[in-house]
Nanobody, 115 residues
Framework: HVQLVESGGGLVQPGGSLRLSCAAS????????MTWARQAPGKDLRWVSS????????YIIEFAKGRFFISRDIATNTLYLQMDRLTTNDTALYYC?????????RGQGTQVTVS
């Protein structure tokens, strides 16, 4: 069955970096668009970045351009989100999804706290 397990979150100071990972099983990340989304305390889920199944096309939300980078490793079936120059506004629970940000296929999330 489809399973997505995020990791890599934590507490980081402003200006720091984190790399989030999402281990996928039950399907191949090369067969679907994959997405990172986040939900800050008291706010709605928000799309952050996606990578198309061809691995070539990537999309990133405006506020993260130049700071966040999405990638994947087909050999390990893992999705990544490299996050640099983090700010307090990036504090949120980060999810990876298969498909859109609102897909039913979503992991449990990994908490990122910038403070």
């Amino acid at each position: 069955h489809v399973q997505l397990v995020e990791s890599g979150g934590g507490l980081v100071q402003p200006g720091g970096s984190l790399r989030l990972s999402c281990a996928a099983s039950g399907f191949s990340v090369s067969d679907f668009q994959m997405t990172w989304a986040r939900q800050a305390p008291g706010k709605d889920l928000r799309w952050v970045s996606s990578i198309e199944k061809d691995g070539e096309e990537t999309y990133i939300i405006e506020f993260a351009k130049g700071r966040f980078f999405i990638s994947r490793d087909i050999a390990t079936n893992t999705l990544y989100l490299q996050m640099d120059r983090l700010t307090t506004n990036d504090t949120a629970l980060y999810y990876c999804t298969r498909g859109s940000a609102y897909s039913v296929y979503r992991g449990q999330g990994t908490q990122v706290t910038v403070s």
